[in-house]
């Protein structure tokens, strides 16, 4: 069911529209290598522990030819990494029934890679797990993949966790990337660093003898940080293989490693980081687009998620869409950031530049939990009664979209004319 008083509202909100975009076409025709690492949140960017960072790799690429998205959220539903990849790519909200990939297998697609591909690129994806795991080998044809190269299609030679390891998955990974046809789209989803955090000592590189040794929060940090040093020896094979100096490298989170729900993770988390646990550093990610030899530094503090990815990355590649084709926004062009989150969380809850809305799990909106997100103070719920109502009217008119196959009629007509079309019936 749609409100169509909510939808509306978002309307205004979308309708953004600037003359010259910051950042158009910035990095239009490199190569676009994406990794889109596994549980991967934000709270370890420049962060130590014991006097060792976590991920030195990413503060590195942070601190030189980057823009780095420090207030960037997940936004995914049942379908986890798999639906950090489709609200990623399509701008539009993970499905609130079951794993998008799922939910809407039949569905056409406008999207990232799909346009790169009309631009000429060719598209590749990456995973070292089997390639029917969430119906991605049935479903990323659709999502603009010419080639899934998936572990039945790799070589076994070293496994970890669920999978193929990350080292191995980047390494075989060359090979491929030197025989496509140039500028490519590749889309790496990694895996190491997935639950339970289990890995071989000698695949641990931080030494961990306090407090947290042989806890639940070592074992993640070990694993995100084995990933932030294959990515630092991924970006020197680029460079060996005269890949590097022409693409750009973006990297972003799916999803939390350590859910604030579980007592264990909570306690170890609230001390770690000296404050409470909670939906704002839960479901907090990184994303950085690394653009070598750009001279590019900046951190951007709007409030953005995966949703905002497509319109982002669409803006920096030089390639127009609408600001009323998708429901997410572009980043580096808007003033006011908004995320909404509608799975693992009762839906109308939201982050915006300066507050968290946690609607109550009843959905009952004056039992729900607000505050600032800088000082922790409480906020007066009235003061998120419209971003609740825009969180609603967004997902509503996302998932209308989607059930009815809608994508490419939104591209051609905009999201104003669905609406229309819902006012007719
Ligand atoms: C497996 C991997 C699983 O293919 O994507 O990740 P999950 O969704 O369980 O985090």
Not at 398 to 404: M, R
Request: with cysteine; hydrophobic share 35%; net charge negative.
């Amino acid at each position: 069911s749609l409100d169509i008083d909510r939808v509306e509202a978002v309307m205004d909100i979308v309708n953004y529209e600037t003359d010259n975009p910051r950042g158009f076409g910035l990095v239009k025709n490199r190569n676009v290598i994406v990794i889109q690492a596994e549980s991967t949140q934000n709270f370890v960017i420049n962060q130590e522990i014991e006097g060792q960072m976590i991920t030195p790799v990413l503060n590195q690429l942070i601190n030189k030819d980057s823009i780095y998205f420090s207030r960037y959220y997940e936004q995914v539903g049942w379908g986890n990494t798999s639906d950090a990849e489709f609200v990623s790519h399509n701008g539009f909200y993970p499905s609130t029934g079951t794993f998008s990939y799922k939910a809407f297998e039949e569905n056409d697609f406008i999207n990232l890679p799909i346009l790169l591909k009309e631009r000429g690129y060719s598209t590749i994806a990456f995973h070292g797990n089997h390639g029917s795991f969430w119906n991605r080998d049935n479903i990323y044809n659709a999502q603009g993949f010419d080639t899934f190269i998936s572990l039945e299609k790799l070589e076994e030679d070293e496994l970890i966790g669920i999978g193929l390891s990350d080292a191995s998955l980047f390494r075989q990974s060359i090979k491929h990337l030197k025989n496509l046809k140039q500028p490519f789209y590749s889309f790496y989803v990694t895996l190491t660093s997935h639950h339970p955090f289990t890995m071989e000592d000698h695949d641990k590189g931080l030494t961990i003898e306090g407090e947290y040794s042989g806890t639940l929060l070592e074992d993640y940090l070990q694993t995100v940080h084995y990933l932030d040093q294959q990515i630092g020896n991924f970006i020197e094979m680029l460079k060996q293989e005269g890949l590097y100096d022409n693409s750009i490298i973006v990297i972003y989170g799916d999803h939390e490693g350590l859910d604030m729900r579980n007592e264990e993770a909570n306690d170890l988390l609230s001390s770690f980081l000296a404050k409470p646990y909670e939906e704002d550093e839960m479901f907090r990610v990184p994303m950085i687009v690394h653009i070598p030899n750009s001279g590019v530094k900046e951190e951007v503090t709007i409030a953005g998620g995966q949703i905002d990815f497509f319109p982002t990355m669409a803006n920096l590649l030089g390639l127009s869409i609408k600001t009323d084709q998708v429901l997410g926004k572009d980043l580096l062009n808007i003033k006011e950031g908004f995320v909404a989150k509608q799975v693992h969380i009762a839906k109308g809850s939201f982050i915006d530049n300066d507050k968290v809305f946690i609607i109550s799990s009843d959905g009952v909106f004056e039992n729900s939990r607000a505050w600032n997100i800088y000082t922790g103070e409480a906020v007066d719920l009235e003061e998120c009664r419209e971003g609740y109502e825009r969180a609603l009217g967004e997902i509503n008119l996302s998932e209308y979209i989607l059930e009815n196959n809608l994508v490419s009629v939104v591209k051609e007509k905009g999201l104003e004319y669905i609406l229309s079309i819902i006012y007719k019936r």
